[in-house]
C-alpha cells in the first residue's frame, strides 16, 4: 500500500479551484493510495462530497491531514495547517516560493518533503505536469470572456438591415500561454486580433492563430528568448523603442489583455496612464499580471477600476473564476507528477533526489530548504 492522501479544503475564501478530481481519485486509488478527501474541498469545483466517494475517497476532516502521507492542496499551507501535518509528510502544491522565505523555513521545520508545482521544467516528460501552463490557458481564455462581459458593445462583426457593427479591436501584450489563448478566444468571438511579444517564435504563433504581430523587430529582439522559453527582460532602449510603437497602437484599440510575468520579478509595467487615456473612452484593459504587481499603471489587485476613462479589470485568482475546469486540469497535473514518486512494483512512496523533476520542484526536505535559490532562507526559531 502507498500510504494515505489527503486532499485538504483550502482556507483562503479566494481559492475556489481543488486538487483531486472524481478522475483523479480513481487514479490515486488505482496506485495504491487510500484517499482522504477533506468535506466540502471540491464544492466550489462542482464535485460533491458523494461524488469523491462514488470514486472510492473517504470524506474526513482537517483532522486526517495528521495521518496523511501526502497533503495535495492548490495553495501553499498556512502556519496553521503545516502543524497539522506529520512530519516527513509530501506536501504537493503551488507554493509561490518566491520572497516567503519564512514559510519555506516553517515547512523545512515540519520536517515537510515539499514540492512546488509552478516549478516543473519545461520538458517533454512534464509537459502533463505543466502547472502554469494548465491555468494560464483558462486564465487566458477567461481574459477575454470578462473584458467582453464588461465591454457595452459586441466583438464581432455584425453586418445588418439596420447598419454595421464593427468587429472590436483587442490587443494582447505577451503571447504565451495565456495570451495565445486570448489569442484563439478573441478571434472565436469576431474581434480583430493584434498581439505583441519579446520571443522572436511568438510571431509564428501569433499569425497562426489569425493575430497581427506588433513589435519592434531589431537585433535584440531576434535574440530575447531564454533557454526556458520564458521571455527575458529587454534593455532600457527597446523597453522605449517598443512602448512607442504600443502606445501608437494601443490608442486604436478597444480592449487590451496583459500577460507579462517573469517569474520571481515583480511583473513589468507595460501599459502607462498615458496610453490608457489614449484610448477611447468605455475602453477595456485587463491586467493578468495584477497579483505581481500588474502590468497595467493604476490596476487594481481584486478590482475593476476605471482609469483615464478605461475600465482596467484585476480580478484576482482568474483560473479559480472558472473553478470547476482549472481544478480538472490542475488535479491532473498534481497526479501525473504523484505518479513519477511512486514506485511501480512495490507501489510505495520513493522520492529519488536525483530524478530531475524532484531537482527541479523541491523545496524542503529532511528539515532544510533544499532548493538551491532559497537554501540560504532561515530554518530557525528565530527566523
Request: glycine share 8%; hydrophobic share 45%; no cysteine.
Amino acid at each position: 500500500m502507498s500510504g494515505i492522501v489527503f486532499v485538504a479544503r483550502e482556507v483562503d475564501p479566494a481559492e475556489s479551484r481543488v486538487a483531486a478530481s472524481v478522475e483523479t481519485v480513481k487514479k490515486m486509488k488505482g496506485l495504491g493510495f487510500d484517499v482522504v478527501v477533506e468535506g466540502g474541498a471540491g464544492l466550489s469545483s462542482r464535485i460533491a462530497d458523494t461524488d469523491y466517494e462514488a470514486a472510492g475517497a473517504r470524506i474526513g476532516s482537517t483532522a486526517d491531514a495528521k495521518g496523511a502521507d501526502v497533503v495535495l492542496k492548490v495553495r501553499r499551507p498556512t502556519d496553521k495547517e503545516i502543524k497539522a501535518y506529520k512530519s516527513g509528510a509530501l506536501v504537493i502544491a503551488i507554493m509561490d516560493p518566491y520572497g516567503n522565505d519564512k514559510a519555506l523555513a516553517a515547512m523545512a521545520k515540519a520536517g515537510l518533503t515539499t514540492f512546488a508545482m509552478e516549478l516543473m521544467p519545461r520538458i517533454t516528460r512534464a509537459q502533463s505536469m505543466d502547472v502554469l501552463s494548465s491555468q494560464a490557458n483558462l486564465a487566458g481564455y477567461q481574459a477575454v470572456i470578462d473584458a467582453a462581459a464588461e465591454y457595452d458593445r459586441a466583438l464581432p462583426m455584425m453586418m445588418t438591415a439596420a447598419g454595421t457593427v464593427p468587429a472590436a479591436k483587442v490587443f494582447v501584450m505577451g503571447a504565451g500561454v495565456a495570451g495565445l489563448q486570448a489569442i484563439a478566444t478573441a478571434k472565436r468571438l469576431g474581434a480583430a486580433v493584434s498581439a505583441t511579444d519579446v520571443r522572436p517564435a511568438a510571431k509564428e504563433q501569433v499569425a497562426s492563430l489569425g493575430g497581427k504581430f506588433i513589435a519592434v523587430e531589431d537585433e535584440e529582439f531576434k535574440a530575447a528568448e531564454t533557454a526556458g522559453g520564458y521571455a527575458k527582460e529587454m534593455s532600457k532602449e527597446y523597453q522605449a523603442k517598443q512602448a512607442a510603437l504600443v502606445a501608437d497602437h494601443i490608442a486604436k484599440q478597444d480592449i487590451i489583455i496583459t500577460t507579462a510575468l517573469i517569474p520571481g520579478r515583480p511583473a513589468p509595467k507595460l501599459v502607462t496612464r498615458d496610453m490608457l487615456k489614449s484610448m477611447r473612452p468605455g475602453s477595456i484593459a485587463v491586467d493578468l499580471a495584477v497579483e505581481r504587481g500588474g502590468n497595467i499603471e493604476g490596476s487594481e489587485a481584486g478590482n475593476v477600476v476605471e482609469v483615464e476613462g478605461v475600465k482596467v479589470i484585476g480580478h484576482l485568482n482568474m483560473p479559480g473564476r472558472i473553478a470547476a475546469s482549472a481544478s480538472l486540469l490542475y488535479a491532473k497535473n498534481l497526479v501525473t507528477f504523484l505518479e513519477t514518486l511512486v514506485n511501480k512494483e512495490t507501489k510505495a512512496i520513493a522520492v529519488n533526489p536525483d530524478d530531475e523533476l524532484v531537482k527541479a520542484t523541491m523545496l524542503t526536505h529532511a528539515g532544510q530548504v533544499v532548493y538551491p535559490a532559497f537554501a540560504a532562507a532561515p530554518t530557525k526559531e528565530n527566523a
